[in-house]
């Protein structure tokens, strides 16, 4: 929005993301939860294909999962468990209903902290099921229109995170999923990949006029007189990128509405990454009634603070915790920092590097030291090969030896980079360099020493320098490196040279 | 006890003729209408009836069995690529497509 806009208008959000969760079999049957790109329907047994008679039995790692989830979230952990079942019709749903949860989600009242400090509320979390797969097509033949369904995906386990309405900007919601993603895979709960549908975000978007509204009770109110405008619906978002796009784009459209003096109808929209816009789907003039009723088929799961307990143990330090760890006890900075917590695993590189590296140098030298060579050099190659740092081949306790032998003057930092990417290219050894190269610089003496014997060596070249050739310098540095084989930091030779050439 | 029968009927994909709706409605009034005897029942504070299962009873999650795809297209109308066809076009809630 221009300034004009966003002086007259407030954004609101809120965010449903659904996570595929990291379970072996699915959640109320015991097919095979990976599916992806397999031969359709090999993953279907006749429960999740919804056959009558068939019955649910609800898988405990998936609801160990949701609250592993609500835990690192900060939520409120119920302790007895009701599924309930959402009505629909639609080809995706055999049973005709999802098992879901309405009335009392596993976890509520969480929160996650995100990049500006604040604390995006979350709602609830609860555990459900994941529908089937339909492509919409039409018969070449005859014109008809049809579905084709594949169940593998019908029934794997599903957890929702709904956010109160408290996002404020598309930048924020896209740092909110962000954090979510980094979580739900720091934990193990999901691979959360948006591309393989494995974790999906639809946010609700509104726009109201500034001073006319307020957030209370996790509910946006009028003020007055103020007629609040409806919230939009956007699906078919497929990346984070997008997530931050697409609500830019919807605050655009419904704010130009708003000008032009028409009306927002509550509906659903649809993301169309290709042409970077929005598209009506349908409007949603009431709440749809899915005529929600407990699952009588499930028993009530009783949780225990025993439970709890043993779930809780599985969270480690998450990225917002280690960036402030890094910042405080490092003096890391808060972008080196948040780049490397990205990752559980380059998070975890880093902190290995760092203790290596604490055994020759004190704590917060060790992990500048690691950080800088993080984010320069093994970022650099990362980005070349297009992998993780921890994937790229660079071994850390390698990697400790090399940093401490260039901190101790063994070779230049070029030089270092150089052995780096040929342990890579070449699978170089780099103990057996190091080694080299240090019984290669202490056997050649020092540097004054060698800097005399070059000078007794090369009379003709002294004297075009000393009689006003300023390139003959270079050609004695040259000589030096030679017989250091290449360790000395030429701005020392070049320095001692003309020191001993003025004598 | 007023029923909107016509709005049932649509969310169960069941229509109704305009005779049926006539017949049907004070017939499905009256039987709620004896059923909200119940409600002259006081259960404050009395939890609903229901079994309770612990969460380390719950089935462990591991995976077995499957149908082949032959036999989960066994009965389907229409096949196509492996997948159970259905015609027409598809309107409404879709959760994921």
Redesign the interface.
Known sequence: MNKELTDKYDVIIGLEIHIQTNTKSKMFCSCPTGYFQKQPNTHVCPVCLGLPGALPVPNKRAIELCILMGLATNCNIANEIYFDRKHYFYPDLPKGYQISQYKDPICSDGYVEISNGQKVAIERIHQEEDVAKSTHHTEGSTGKEYTLVDYNKSSVPLIEIVTKPNITSAKDAKDYATKIRQIARYLNISDADMEKGQMRCEPNISIQEKGKWEYKDGKILPIGEYKLNPKVEVKNIGSITAVEKAIEYEVERMSAELEDGEEIKQQTRGWNAAKGITEFQRYKESADDYRYMPEPDIPVIDISKEDIERIRKEIVELPNEKIKRYMQDWDITEYAADVISSTKESAEYFEKLQKKLSESMNEKDSAKEASNWIMGPLYAIANKQGKEIADIGVNGDDLAKLIVAFKEDVFTKNKAEELLNQSIEKGLNITDEIEKLKSAKESVGSLDNIVKQVIDENTQAVTDYKSGKEASIGFLVGKVMQLTHGTANPNDVRNTLIEELKK | MKIDVK?IAK?S?ISLTDEELKKFTPQMEGILESASVLQEVNTDGVK?M???????E????????????EE??KNAK?K???????????F??????
């Open positions: 709005h969310l994909r609903p229901k079994g309770h299962i612990k969460l380390e719950v089935r462990e999650d591991i995976s077995g069995e499957c149908l082949t795809q989960v297209l229409y196509e690529a492996g997948c159970v066809k259905v015609y027409g076009k598809v409404g809630e879709n959760q994921e497509s």
